[in-house]
């Protein structure tokens, strides 16, 4: 198992960015895949964006373009910039890992899970 901390959420207006950072620990990164999910009041735990041990990325339809993962197995962090944020962002984003190699959209693919950062935007 890998312990994951978010940080980097806040309140912020539409159109604005963000960037979540999510520093792992425990077990060898470079080597795990990782991922970002989001959950908002009332609804379900919803797939973000993925990337692989060689870094080859997904994304949410809903995401798409406006999103990029990343991450720097040196510093054993995985990244989500978020730019054009709307309302509808607005929910507690959590990163998640996996043994690889293959990545996944299904959160219960995945074994580890941080504590969520929370993300507002509002006007």
């Known amino acids: 198992q890998v312990q994951l901390v978010e940080s980097g959420g806040g309140s912020v207006q539409p159109g604005d960015s963000l960037r979540l950072a999510c520093a792992a620990s425990?077990?060898?990164?470079?080597?795990?895949?990782m991922a970002w999910f989001r959950q908002a009041p009332g609804k379900e735990r919803e797939f973000v964006a993925v990337?692989?041990?060689?870094?080859?990325?997904d994304y949410a339809d809903s995401v798409k373009a406006r999103f990029t993962i990343s991450r720097d197995n040196a510093k054993n962090t995985v990244y989500l910039q978020m730019s054009a944020l709307k309302p509808e962002d607005t929910a507690n984003y959590y990163c998640?890992?996996?043994?690889?190699?293959?990545?996944?959209?299904?959160?219960?693919?995945?074994?580890?899970w941080g504590q969520g950062t929370q993300v507002t935007v509002s006007s």
């Open positions: 425990g077990r060898t990164f470079s080597r795990d895949v």
């Open positions: 990337v692989n041990r060689r870094g080859t990325t």
């Open positions: 998640a890992a996996r043994i690889g190699p293959y990545y996944s959209r299904q959160r219960g693919d995945y074994d580890s």
